[in-house]
């Protein structure tokens, strides 16, 4: 099998915290993938960004750029989202209440705008320790959290650190009008060499099973993904509303991964009291890859927060993804 690897080497209630997210399947045959218009990332099909399929897997650089990471609000008062397509990877995680929240991660292009802008959390700190020195884009967060940020091996900028960097967008409230402009924080796209999350890209693993939807649960919250063969993406839909950007075009992922992990209490709590989840990220166990409009039931390892994630099959080979944005899911392993 070719591989071609990129340096993507990236409610209320205690009760209902600790809630198992239900995933619903809704398996039925799929019509082979058109090619696509577009990368699910805003550019033609063919834009070079990834090394050619026979290039080698590099070894995880000393010291690689550093791509953007921003925290997106993801409740019905912050959508649409602005620049979400622009993502190389967009992760979701559970927060408090049983809502939903992203973080995209920027490497090979920089929308002009993004948002709206929310707050950190404890587990994002971890999470993004398999890049090289990150930007994380974020508004505030707990207050004994901070300190843990600024400790942590990233850039951390928030209101007020550059100027002209974020600003409010009048066009709806607060808290979720709060946008940034990624050109002020860097000049350029750090190229995909910043992605050093272990993502391998190349042609699909053997086997597989036909699968056209999928809905990943939490409390108060949900993603759907269904397979557009005409697309040949999967068109995200939250909280069962189609997931579109403010300019009117759907979010259309080439690879969906559902990443069952423990999901714990963190230290931390909102101003409500609601306990933070803790989404541990470091550790191993199991995932499915959606691609192509089928499903493979794989394994996932991450030994040390340094390092990228490994998705391998039952055999150990390593799975590859399809070429364009990833969407990973993080849900609570039973």
Known sequence: MGHRARGRHATTTAALLAATVTVTLAAGCAGGPRTPVDDGRGRPVGTPALPSPNTPTPQR????????AVKIDNVRAARPQTGLRAADVVYAEQVEGGLSRLMAVFATKLPKVVGPVR??????????????????????????????????RL???????????????????APHNLYLRPARLMPTAPTSAALTNGFRFGAAPDGGTPQTTRTVRYPSASFTFDWSAERGRWLVSTDGSPTVTSDGQRVTPATVVVQYV???????????????????????????????????????????????????????????????????VFARAS
């Open 119 to 152: 707050s950190a959390r404890e587990s994002d700190l971890e999470l993004l320790r398999q890049y090289d020195r990150p930007t994380l884009a974020f508004s505030g967060a707990q207050h004994k959290l901070l300190p843990l940020i600024g400790q942590a």
């Open 262 to 328: 423990k999901m714990r209490s963190s230290r931390f709590h909102d101003f409500l009291g609601n306990t933070t989840p803790y989404t541990e990220t470091v550790g191993s166990g199991t995932a499915d890859v959606l691609r192509d409009g089928r499903v493979y039931g794989v394994k996932w390892k991450r030994p040390r927060a340094a390092d990228g994630t490994d998705f391998t099959t039952a055999a150990g080979q390593p799975v590859n993804f399809a070429d364009g944005q990833v969407w990973v």
């Open 155 to 173: 850039r951390p900028e928030q209101p007020g650190n550059v100027e002209g960097a974020f600003f409010r967008n009048s066009d709806k409230s």
């Open 61 to 68: 650089p000393a010291t690689a750029p550093a791509p953007l």
